[in-house]
Structure formats: structure tokens, C-alpha cells
């Protein structure tokens, strides 16, 4: 199922794997659980929730207040910042982790070196896995949000068997403090699917300038909203009454020969970006 995902640059929100698996009635074929070392404890960076919210303007942090956070500790404390991955079952079908990085300025946490342990149901070690990302991949990134796959298979590219438990281990990250904090935007679990969801991840500003065949490249297109107008977000954009889309997100209502020129046709100021229209 192959998916383009149309969002505002000025939207940190994007469409979820798990967004199309519901709209489609399909269930989740693999659960887990995620659990970290510590966490900051704040609203848009600490809590464990962000890595699975589809939001890039929040995101994990490894605790950094000493007398509030949850389990603090920096690295320099020869203790390691760890993310676990538990599955509910075993599973044979995990070939990778996609780690995306925080979005802001500050990169504090971001991911360096890292060591990947696999465990089964009975908590043995089945594999260690080791790697770096450098600046440059992150800079260099084709993904939009410079989302990194950490690759979890043997030395011929072949599954491994019955995966309970995976550790992700931050031996070094980057930042102005580098090597003491963990973070991390979204943390997803790549399978080998046999119905995979592709999900191609654009800006509205960028898509005004392709030409590809929509209709043979894609199964399905999601344009998001930014909030620019709450009263029509959640309104179908259908045809059959006068709402226009925006390329900057958002419904707004006018006659077509003149949208654009009249001062009541935009809005000022910074609303929610958390709310989404639908077309």
C-alpha cells in the first residue's frame, strides 16, 4: 500500500504507519512495548509516549534534572542510556529500527554509536550488533525528518529466529553536551511485511513543484492541516461545497475567482498544529 503523506512545513505532525492500518480496518500483526533508562520529566520532550506519537515536535529525553527526573544518570557516569523494545510474542520478522532525531536546533542526545542486544523468551543473548551514524548521514538524509534504519540482521542479510527483547544502547550522541544525553523524535520497529505500507512523506510547498503520475505511483494520498483555520478542520474537502485547500494547511471558505485577495481569507497568529483536516 504505497502512501503519500502531504503535510505544512510548519506542521510537525505526519501520517503514522498505524493511521492507515486503522482507516483500512487492519490490525496491528506485531505489538510491543517501549521502555527507556530514565526520562525528563516535561510535556513535549521526556515523556516515553512521544517516541510513539507520530509528532515531531515532541520527543524522549533521557533525564536531565536531577531532583525531578525519572532515574537520573548521564552517561558520564559510565552508565549507559538504553531504550527497550519488548515484544509481545516472539517474533521472526524484525529486520531493523528506524530511529528519527529529535527536529530542533538542539541536537543533545541525538544518536552516535550505538550496540543493538537481541534477546529471546528466555532473556539469552542472541545477537550484538554494532554501528555508527555520522553527521553527515543525518545531514545527507533523503528522509524529510532524517530518520535513520539501524539494520538488525546476521551477516548475510538473513531474520533472526524468535526475538523477545531488543536493547538499543547510545554509546556516544551528539549535541552541545555530547555523549551525556539520549533523545529520540519516533521509534519505530521495521518487519518484513508481505503487504508492506509505504508511506512517502512530503510538504505541501515541495509537492507544488512535482509532476509524477499520482494515480500509478500512489494507493492513497493524506493531506494534513496545520490549524491555520480550526472551525473547518475535520470538514471534507470533497467538491461539493465551497472549501479550498491551502498548500500552507488548512480549509478555507471564498469563491475561487478571487481567493487569495481578500485580508479575511488569512489568519494571523500561531494556533494548534496538533488538529488535522481530511480530504
Sequence with gaps: IRVLDLEPSTNGKFL?????????????????????????IGTNSGPIANMQDNDLETWWHSAFDEKNDTNYHLKDT?????????????????????????????????????????????NSLIKEITGH???????????????????????????????????????????????????????????????????????????????????????????GASGRHPDKLGTLINGENNLLYTHTGGAITGKPAWQGLMNQDYQEGSPPVSQKGTL
Excluded at 487492519?26 to 517501549?34: A, F
Design 16 to 40: 503514522g504507519e498505524s493511521d492507515v492500518r486503522s482507516w483500512l480496518g487492519l490490525k496491528e500483526k506485531y505489538n510491543y512495548t517501549i521502555t527507556t533508562c530514565c526520562n525528563h
Design 78 to 122: 559510565n552508565t549507559e542510556h538504553t531504550i527497550t523494545i519488548t515484544m509481545a510474542e516472539p517474533c521472526s520478522q524484525i529486520t531493523g529500527i528506524r530511529y528519527t532525531p529529535k527536529q530542533d536546533t538542539n541536537s543533545n542526545g541525538t544518536l552516535g554509536n550505538y550496540k543493538i542486544n537481541i534477546y529471546n523468551s528466555d
Design 133 to 223: 551514524i555520522t553527521q553527515e548521514q543525518y545531514a545527507l538524509s533523503q528522509n524529510p525528518y532524517k530518520a535513520q534504519i539501524l539494520e538488525i540482521a546476521d551477516g548475510s542479510g538473513n531474520l533472526f529466529e524468535g526475538i523477545k527483547k531488543i536493547e538499543l544502547t547510545f554509546l556516544s550522541s551528539y549535541g552541545a553536551a555530547p555523549n551525556q544525553h539520549a533523545s529520540c523524535a519516533e521509534l519505530n520497529l521495521l518487519f518484513n511485511d508481505d503487504n508492506p505500507i509505504q508511506i512517502t512523506h512530503m510538504t505541501t510547498s515541495e509537492f507544488v513543484g512535482h509532476t509524477e503520475e499520482l494515480n500509478t505511483t500512489y494507493d492513497m494520498i493524506y493531506i
